[in-house]
């Protein structure tokens, strides 16, 4: 199967930014909330986002590391 047919289009777009914003070493990194306003746009909706980290997720992707401090989403590439 096609990975960009199991993908929405949120989806494709966030993971083309955890991708330009991983760690090219460590394969991890960390969104904050500026980030992914100033990168996705203020019309990406908070389900949207929530959705499209499901759907990276499991497609075993990557792994969402939930920051109990602070605002921002850390992941790991998968």
């Not at 990557?62 to 602070?70: A, E, I, Q, R, S």
Request: charged share 25%; aromatic share 6%; proline share 4%.
């Amino acid at each position: 199967t096609n990975l960009w047919q199991n993908l929405s289009a949120e989806g494709v777009r966030l993971y083309l930014l955890v991708i330009i914003c991983a760690d090219e070493i460590r394969g991890a990194g960390r969104l904050s909330p500026e980030v992914l306003e100033r990168c996705l746009g203020s019309n990406f909706t908070r389900e949207q986002l929530e959705k499209a980290f499901r759907e990276l997720e499991n497609l075993s992707l990557l792994k969402l590391d939930v920051l109990p401090l602070g605002p921002g989403i850390e992941f790991r590439l998968l």
